[in-house]
Structures are given as C-alpha cells and as structure tokens.
C-alpha cells in the first residue's frame, strides 16, 4: 500500500500535517485494535477510513443489543447472526475502506498471546475495558518497543494518554498498580455515555493518524481526562515522571504482567452478569458433535465462530479454541463448575 488512492484521502492529505507524503505513511502502517467494543469499534471506524493499511482488530466477545447504544460498528443485524465482535467488526471496515487488509482475531488478551498479538505491527491501540488487561499491553509494548495508546471511559468521564517507551513515562510510571476509583471497572453500575466514548476514541484515533503520520512532535504529552458532560478537562503533566521514578516495567525491566504472575484466567465480565472461562491449552472444538451432545440438556446455536447453549437461567457461549463466556452468574466458581459440567470434553 504504497500509493494510496488520493481522491479517496484528499481531504485528509490537505491539512498541512499530513500531505501525501503523511498519508502514503498511514497507508502503509500496521496498526492492532485491542477490544472491539465501545473504544475499539470507533477506533477501527476511524483508522479504516483515515487509511491505515493493515489492521488487526483483537475481541473476545459477541455483539449483543445492550452494545448498540455506543458501539458504532454493529447493528442488530450481527446480534440476528450470533457475530463476535471482531468478525462484524471486519466486515465493516472492508464495507467503508476495501483497499486497506483487515484480519480479525476472536481471541481474548492475556499475558500468553499479548506478544503474539502485538507482533510485527507499528502502533498499539486500546480498546479495553479492564485495567488488568492495560498493564499487560503495557509490559508488552515496553518490552518491544512498541508505542500504545491508552482511553478508558466511564460514566461520562473518560482518559488517554501515548505511550512511546524510551520517550515517555509508560502507563505504570503514572498509576502504580490499582487505578484510582473513579477509573476501575464499574461500568456495570456506572453506566458509559456513548458520546463520550466517541470523544477518548477520536482522541486516541487522533494520536495514532499523528503517530503514524510522522507527526511524533505533536504527540499528547499528558494524562488527559475529559468529562463529556460538564465539558471538564485536565491535562497532567506527567513528563516529569519519565525516568525520575523507578517503574518496574519502564524503570527495572520485570514485566510482571507477562508472566501471570498477576492477573488471571477467569475473569468476571465488566458490565454483565457473567463471567469468562479462558484455557491455557486451546482446543479446536467440533460444535457438530458438542452441539449434539447438548441438544439433549438445553437449547443448542451454533456457526463456525461460536456456539451459544442455554440451559435454565444460565447461557454459556463456547469458542472454538475452548474459551466460554457464561451469562447468568458473576461467580467465578459457579461459573467454572457449568463450564466443567457442560464444556469440558
Ligand atoms: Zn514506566
């Protein structure tokens, strides 16, 4: 993608930071979207159509009608087919911007594939919903160099901040180990403005045209919070804390999060009622067979990307490498006993 279409990108390439020579860069970057639901999908949407030639869109998750509030991409007709998000995702951005090459990954983030996952792209963004997951990007992305783009949103609220290891303070220089309350995951009881998540993703999405346009002088060089509803923002500067402290990630090179060491591998999901079962050994599961197997207990869907099995109050949705996602209990033990129960071949 070295000659990208200029009618296509005119009004991009005619703001002075870009020019053509701006967008033949974007066009032939290699950018990763981590998470594809509300940050991700307006991520995805702005990266696709500014030209970003590659893309990897990284999601656990399927789309459901709670999600259509503030994920731009989905509509209901991906909830009608059982789509995971990062499948529907795809067929977006192949719909706004065929030129570009979009792979799609149906896959959860952890400290086993974070590396793999991150791999020979130039630009890191995230579209998380948990803070566990961001120190891992984080460990990740100093590790290899690799520059990240942080956002979290919350009620009304939202964050972000560019991280370029070497030349930045990294996200563990400014919080430590446990985000400060308002910033945890409680948007199960805090709820999110759709509007305000598009605001921290077009800021994220802004940083990485910058980023892969060679504007790196630009780049934020704050921690910048915005409240979309009182219109609030702060911009801390936090360039100071960049080699001044000793950071375990940045500072002492032990990325913790990479080992495991922190974190875990059933994690009860942000905003529902549920609670994902992941593997450290993937299967390659046959639905035909399982799908059989369950018909005689509950209620049995299944497409090649998922298959969803509902049984009393409880919906266990089952991937193909073994990873589950049981909808009905925020218990991390009832949850594993369903899954050994119903899943485990
Ligand atoms: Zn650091």
Redesign the pocket.
């Known amino acids: 993608m070295n000659n990208p279409d200029i009618s296509r990108y005119h009004r991009q390439y005619l703001l002075p930071q870009i020019g053509e020579e701006g967008q033949r860069k974007i066009s032939s970057s290699r950018v990763v979207v981590l998470g594809c639901g509300a940050l991700g999908s307006i991520l995805a949407n702005h990266l696709a159509r500014a030209g970003a030639g590659w893309m990897r869109i990284v999601d656990r998750d399927f789309v459901e009608l709670n999600n259509l509030q503030r994920q731009v991409l989905f509509d209901e007709d991906d909830i009608r087919r059982n789509l995971p998000k990062a499948i529907a995702a795809k067929e977006k951005v192949e719909k706004i911007n065929s030129s570009i090459t979009v792979e799609a990954l149906v896959v959860d983030v952890n400290y086993a594939n974070i590396e793999s996952l991150i791999e020979g792209t130039d630009l890191v963004m995230d579209g998380m919903d948990n803070f566990e997951t961001r120190f891992v990007i984080n460990d990740a992305c100093?590790k290899n160099g690799l520059p990240w783009i942080y956002g979290g949103c919350i009620g009304t609220h939202g964050i972000t901040m560019t991280i370029i290891p070497g030349k930045t303070?990294?996200?563990?220089?400014v919080f430590e180990s446990a985000p400060p309350p308002e910033l945890s995951p409680t948007c199960d009881t805090a709820g999110v403005l759709g509007p305000a998540v598009n605001i921290i993703a077009s800021l994220q999405a802004t940083e990485a045209i910058k980023f892969l346009s060679g504007n790196i002088q630009a780049l934020n060089k704050t921690l910048y919070t915005f409240d979309a509803w009182t219109h609030e923002a702060k911009a801390l500067k936090i360039e100071n804390?960049h080699q001044k402290?000793n950071?375990?990630?940045?500072?002492q090179k032990n990325f913790e999060y990479l080992k495991g060491e922190k974190g875990s591998r059933s994690a009860s999901l942000c905003g529902r009622n549920a609670v994902q079962i992941s593997r450290d050994e993937p299967l390659n599961l046959d639905f035909k067979d399982l799908a059989a197997k369950l018909k005689r207990v509950g209620e049995v869907t299944y497409n090649v990307f998922l298959l969803k099995f509902k049984t009393g109050e409880y919906e266990i949705t089952l991937f193909p490498d073994g990873r589950a996602i049981i909808q009905g209990t925020h218990d991390i033990a009832q949850a594993r006993t369903l899954y050994s129960k119903y899943v485990s071949v």
Do not use: W
């Open positions: 100093v303070p990294c996200l563990r220089c804390l402290i950071c375990p990630t940045c500072g």
